[in-house]
């Protein structure tokens, strides 16, 4: 912990008034709503047609692998882009950086609708759609992150939960689009569909692009970063500086997201492929019960923010991955029955808690584990490098798992279940954050004075 410098900012500090507050709201919903629907839209495109379209020369297992393993390729990216875009997310504000992510991902995504496929250019077509892959993680490796931070921060302190969780109702909203869009280009033919139709999916991303940008441009920077910058306490190594003094909660971040991430995109890419190519399930019906699945989100994700206001952040999302570890079980005996009712049971139950429900606290909880002045830095690393070993693997190791023990979902279940452990854990260990001052410092700390939630307003 740095001792050389204040450890708080002045008390005077305004509040942002409300139309900046709805500003930010809408800038991070409509932003995030972009990410998702990017990385939705390609999980599902792994599942149903590109091993065709891009690895047509190998087994279709293998070729499923393939596409996920193209899949993972963006998550690897996502830390990386973290640390590029969290070197200046501390120094020259969040603004500025959420606008240079979200051209970068729109524009990967749009990118993707043009490639050519293997038929047409051979190997360049996967190296190309791996590139695409690439720099939409690149630009995603500092967008929530950055959305929910300066959300947090403009938000008044009893309402940060409800608030800075609208940051993930734009990504249920996201992944709803991906799944509306999926379920009109499969009305098509499917020959129209393979030659030309899935290609709208992802070039329908350009007017969520453009709405995204123009309300980004008239974004402000929060109130604790502007009196950062006023005082000249940003800091100037962000990322060297968190690595330094903020170790622990960098670490507290990482396992706390580590197994929710990988129990996310499992029930949001995985699963449609398990439903598909082991369950002999219409692929017309994955975008349906994706979308039921991403309307539940919404709420879900507005329901557990506020519920983290209330009742306080570590309490519920102990609930949340509680829940979790012991979900997987009775999700597969509920799929394996074949039924429409129990795969959309299932489908909701993991969007709404694993989906959405644990990155609607953490929108809070993450920024207000650390420090003012490396808060960006240690969000976004925490959260992306750990995304590499949950989500950005998940998918593939589920499906190498059912590949090598003959489509059997017990190896699944039980790598899901010890995922959820560790997260679990992480949160027992972690300090309850529930109303801090977001101009001190200084980590959060395990104290008497963390576990005494604040029952009033500043």
Known sequence: ????????????????????????????????????????????????????????????????????????????????????????????????????TLLLMGTATLAIGLLPTYEMVGLWAPALLVACRFLQGFGAGAEQAGGAILLTETAHRDRRGRLSSLIFVGAAAGSALGAVMWMLVQMLPDEQFEAWGWRL???????????????????????????????????????????????????????????????????????????????????????????????????????????SDRFGRRPVYLFITGVLVLLPVPAFVLLNTRETWAIVVVIVLGFAFAAQGTVGVQASYFPELFGARYRYAGVTLGREFSSVFGGGVAPMIAAALLTAFADSWWPVAVYMMAMMLISFAATLMSPETRGRDLGVFEDAAVKPQDTALPGRSD
Not at 236 to 254: C, D, E, I, M, N
Not at 294 to 305: E, F, K, R, T
């Open 201 to 307: 999916v992802f070039l329908n991303s350009i007017f969520v692009t453009v709405a995204a940008l123009l309300i980004r441009r008239k974004l402000q920077e929060s109130p604790v970063f502007q009196e950062l910058k006023q005082n000249s306490h940003e800091a100037k190594t962000p990322v060297s500086q968190v690595l330094r003094h903020g170790r622990r909660p960098l670490a507290r971040v990482f396992f706390m997201n580590v197994g929710a991430n990988a129990h996310s995109y499992i029930y949001q890419v995985f699963l449609g492929s398990y439903l598909i190519n082991v369950l002999d399930t219409s692929s017309r019906i994955v975008p349906k019960v994706l979308l039921v699945g991403s309307l539940v989100a919404m709420i879900a994700a507005y329901v557990a923010g506020s519920a």
């Open 1 to 100: 912990m740095e001792t050389t410098q204040p450890t708080e900012l002045a008390s005077s500090r305004p509040e942002a008034d409300q139309s900046t507050v709805r500003r930010a709201a809408w800038a991070g919903l409509i932003g995030t709503a972009l990410e998702n629907y990017d990385f939705v839209i390609y999980g599902t495109a792994s599942a149903i047609i590109f091993n065709k379209l891009f690895f047509p020369n190998v087994s279709p297992v293998v070729g499923v692998l393939a596409s996920f393993a193209a899949y993972a390729v963006g998550f690897g990216a996502r830390p990386l882009g973290g640390l590029f875009f969290s070197r200046f997310g501390d120094r020259l504000g969040r603004k500025w950086i959420l606008i240079a």
